[in-house]
């Protein structure tokens, strides 16, 4: 158990220094940090370096272990990679146009789209209690919209248009997460981690030929970053849930909200009204208290 929480406490510090990098790469994402002077490097390329990194990794491990390198679920495995390199770029863009808390937050709205998909697809049961927990996070994400009329000269302005397009980035990941419990039957996890740069590489690089900035310099260091911490994080995640009762461990994979809020107040200076901290706050309990209920129920059906 002990190590579980070990390998989710990482995994999260993991996909946090993707997101940080992300950040760097937009606007103004780098001119008061330490002086670095990097490019403005758009999402889908970032999507693409991440993807590469990603699928040459994953191809090794395939080969090595004699896994069947196109799965056997094909159907679900596309859904997977495609609904996954949607609402992949779609966040990197809110990364790099939102307060970097209030980006990161968002998409842990997830787990609750997630519960609407498995109910549609799969025929999980909702609890009405659910519904509590679900209003209670939307709740946190009209009083972030709230910003812009209550912030004052010195809090960060939130665009409605960017809050919207996290939100979407949030569902559609709900049906990546749901393709990947109907995957978990049928194909091996490092199959499912494939199947996202399979899906993606084709798409961004055609992106890429109209809206490329090619990197320089250090540049090329922080993309093989992202790629690589990226695949740490997705193998760190899943070794957690081998060592541990998900109700247990995922509870820990929250804490990523406290880092992203600390890393948006100390480094990237970002100073938000009260009202946004609570909405923060409502979506962590509403999402969380959704996460235990969901999981604490299963064990005991």
């Known amino acids: 158990m002990i190590k579980g929480i070990f390998f989710i406490i990482l995994s999260g510090i993991c996909f946090l220094i993707v997101?940080?990098?992300?950040?760097?790469?937009?606007?103004?994402?780098?001119?008061?940090?330490?002086?670095?002077?990097?490019?403005?490097?758009?999402?889908?390329?970032l999507v693409l370096a991440r993807s590469l990194v990603s699928f040459a990794l994953s191809s090794i491990i395939i080969k090595y272990r004699g896994y069947p390198f196109f799965g056997v679920n094909k159907k679900w495995l596309f859904i997977r990679g495609l609904s996954g390199t949607i609402a992949l770029t779609i966040f990197f863009m809110t990364l790099q146009h939102l307060p970097f808390a209030i980006a990161a937050v968002i998409q842990y709205l997830a787990p609750i789209f997630t519960m609407f998909f498995t109910m549609l697809l799969i025929g999980d049961r909702i609890f009405k209690i659910q519904w509590l927990f679900v209003t209670l996070a939307f709740f946190g994400v009209a009083l972030i919209s709230l910003e812009d009329i209550l912030g004052t000269n010195n809090s960060l302005s939130i665009d409605y248009f960017w809050l919207g397009w996290g939100v979407l980035s949030a569902s559609i990941s709900g049906v990546a997460y749901t393709s990947i419990v109907k995957l978990k039957e049928t194909d091996h996890p490092i199959n499912i981690v494939l199947y996202f740069p399979m899906v993606s590489i084709p798409f961004m690089m055609l992106w890429c030929m109209f809206d490329y900035v090619h990197p320089i310099g250090i540049e090329w260091l922080f993309l093989l970053i992202i790629g690589v911490f990226t695949q740490f994080a997705q193998i760190l995640l899943t070794k957690a849930l081998h060592f541990g009762h998900a109700s247990v461990i995922i509870p820990f994979q929250y804490l990523g909200i406290v880092y992203a809020l600390l890393i948006g107040f100390f480094i990237f200076d970002?100073?938000?009204?009260?009202?946004?901290?609570?909405?923060?706050?409502l979506i962590l309990c509403g999402v969380l208290l959704n996460t235990l209920y969901r999981h604490l129920n299963k064990k005991t059906v």
């Open 19 to 45: 997101n940080f990098f992300v950040k760097l790469f937009g606007p103004n994402g780098s001119s008061e940090w330490f002086n670095l002077n990097v490019q403005e490097i758009p999402a889908h390329e």
């Open 270 to 281: 970002e100073r938000l009204h009260l009202v946004a901290y609570i909405g923060v706050f």
